[in-house]
């Protein structure tokens, strides 16, 4: 089967393990600094804004902490987006409220969050779509005239541009995933920004427990150093140096990935552009560099699913990504949005990772022209 995700480890990744198996301290330490020291030159940003922790889901959590996001507030985020950000919310008191995408890129857009800007709201939580920059200029200039603080998800967008400027640093927080599905693998893990040297200190103590400068496990040395103090309620969310040695080579690797990602991105656009009942991804602005996390194709809901059994029985796995929050009856949404809803019966992610050979990607052009849709789509 041709899967959508796939890692790329190699040898590079299992001698680094190798050395942390050989140091014998498996947990959080200097090869984690490093990562961490290493991902912030990546983003161009000072060292001391940049965490790692156990998951982008965590950093979304404690975000909500962060921010003072708590019962009454309102965080507007779009429903294509992935269930971690809206239970982030729910988890935090909060209400979530989701707002429709662009039907072609399936990003939010200053618009589509305006519609849900009230008196209660009090942060955006927006995704890069697929790698593919929401536009910063449009939704930083709003946020800024009405006063709202900014979450980036940026578990599509490790590498992505905005007018030059890393995503990530448009927003008071931001988080990046690196599970074994995204474009830089730990197995699990994440990265936690923060605007502020203060806000990233406070983030520092509650990922680990919430404990002050003055305990023992810190780096402060005590007369009794088994004794430590708690600022506040914090949880475990860090991320050990098994993880971090893994995400050392592939921050190196990450340049030919993004490469090969791009590849395969235009290798679909040239080889399905053509087909009449197919429709696919916008062009990207010259304003934007994409990571190439998603390719995805539209086409009616009749022939998206017989599409998608298709592939599948042919060997090409597939997905859409992700299934709109809003219908999800746990978060208590009830109003209708159009472009999303209809993304989520039209849109099919096709299988981009760095790890697709040049077979696999015929095999999947082809088999997608051989489907007979039936009617005509356009």
Same mark, same amino acid.
């Given at each position: 089967?041709?899967?959508?995700?796939?890692?790329?480890?190699?040898?590079?990744?299992?001698?680094?393990?190798?050395?942390?198996?050989?140091?014998?301290?498996?947990?959080?330490?200097?090869?984690?600094?490093?990562?961490?020291?290493?991902?912030?030159?990546?983003?161009?940003?000072?060292?001391?804004?940049?965490?790692?922790?156990?998951?982008?889901?965590?950093?979304?959590?404690?975000?909500?902490?962060?921010?003072?996001?708590?019962?009454?507030?309102?965080?507007?985020?779009?429903?294509?987006?992935?269930?971690?950000?809206?239970?982030?919310?729910?988890?935090?008191?909060?209400?979530?409220?989701?707002?429709?995408?662009?039907?072609?890129?399936?990003?939010?857009?200053?618009?589509?969050?305006?519609?849900?800007?009230?008196?209660?709201?009090?942060?955006? /939580?927006?995704?890069?779509? #697929? &790698?593919?920059?929401?536009?910063?200029? !449009?939704?930083?200039?709003?946020? %800024?005239?009405?006063? $709202?603080?900014?979450?980036?998800?940026?578990?599509?967008?490790?590498?992505?541009?905005?007018?030059?400027?890393?995503?990530?640093?448009?927003?008071?927080?931001?988080?990046?995933?690196?599970?074994?599905?995204?474009? /830089?693998?730990?197995?699990? #893990? &994440?990265?936690?920004?923060?605007?502020? !040297?203060?806000?990233?200190?406070? %983030?520092?103590?509650? $990922?680990?427990?919430?404990?002050?400068?003055?305990?023992?496990?810190?780096?402060?040395?005590?007369?009794?150093?088994?004794?430590?103090?708690?600022?506040?309620?914090?949880?475990?969310?860090?991320?050990?140096?098994?993880?971090?040695?893994?995400?050392?080579?592939?921050?190196?690797?990450?340049?030919?990935?993004?490469?090969?990602?791009?590849?395969?991105?235009?290798?679909?656009?040239?080889?399905?552009?053509?087909?009449?009942?197919?429709?696919?991804?916008?062009?990207?602005?010259?304003?934007?560099?994409?990571?190439?996390?998603?390719?995805?194709?539209?086409?009616?809901?009749?022939?998206?699913?017989?599409?998608?059994?298709?592939?599948?029985?042919?060997?090409?796995?597939?997905?859409?990504?992700?299934?709109?929050?809003?219908?999800?009856?746990?978060?208590?949404?009830?109003?209708?949005?159009?472009?999303?809803?209809?993304?989520?019966?039209?849109?099919?992610?096709?299988?981009?990772?760095?790890?697709?050979?040049?077979?696999?990607?015929?095999?999947?052009?082809?088999?997608?022209?051989?489907?007979?849709?039936?009617?005509?789509?356009?």
């Amino acid at each position: 089967m041709i899967n959508v995700f796939q890692p790329a480890l190699g040898a590079e990744e299992l001698e680094a393990v190798r050395r942390v198996f050989e140091s014998n301290w498996p947990g959080k330490g200097k090869i984690t600094d490093q990562f961490e020291v290493e991902f912030a030159r990546h983003l161009g940003t000072d060292r001391e804004l940049v965490h790692s922790t156990s998951c982008c889901t965590e950093g979304l959590f404690q975000a909500m902490t962060l921010l003072g996001i708590g019962p009454g507030d309102e965080v507007v985020l779009p429903s294509i987006s992935f269930v971690g950000a809206a239970n982030a919310i729910m988890a935090s008191g909060a209400q979530p409220v989701f707002c429709d995408v662009d039907g072609a890129s399936l990003n939010c857009t200053a618009d589509t969050i305006e519609s849900c800007i009230t008196a209660r709201t009090r942060a955006v /939580l927006i995704l890069h779509y #697929g &790698g593919v920059p929401c536009d910063m200029e !449009a939704i930083g200039g709003l946020l %800024a005239r009405r006063r $709202l603080l900014l979450i980036e998800d940026n578990a599509c967008s490790v590498a992505s541009r905005f007018r030059g400027n890393a995503c990530g640093s448009f927003g008071d927080i931001s988080v990046w995933s690196f599970d074994s599905m995204k474009g /830089l693998v730990t197995g699990d #893990g &994440g990265m936690i920004w923060c605007r502020t !040297a203060d806000l990233a200190k406070r %983030a520092e103590q509650l $990922l680990y427990l919430g404990l002050g400068n003055k305990s023992g496990f810190g780096k402060t040395v005590n007369t009794r150093w088994w004794e430590f103090e708690v600022t506040e309620c914090g949880r475990r969310g860090i991320l050990n140096d098994i993880a971090s040695a893994i995400g050392i080579e592939q921050l190196k690797k990450l340049p030919r990935f993004l490469a090969r990602r791009k590849q395969i991105h235009e290798f679909y656009d040239g080889e399905l552009s053509s087909i009449s009942w197919l429709t696919c991804p916008p062009q990207i602005p010259d304003s934007s560099i994409s990571s190439y996390y998603f390719y995805w194709v539209q086409a009616r809901s009749q022939h998206r699913d017989r599409l998608a059994t298709y592939l599948r029985e042919n060997g090409v796995y597939t997905t859409f990504r992700y299934f709109p929050l809003h219908r999800v009856p746990f978060y208590g949404a009830t109003k209708s949005l159009q472009n999303a809803e209809r993304a989520a019966e039209e849109t099919l992610c096709l299988p981009l990772h760095p790890s697709l050979s040049c077979d696999d990607l015929e095999h999947v052009v082809t088999s997608i022209r051989r489907f007979d849709p039936g009617e005509t789509f356009r």
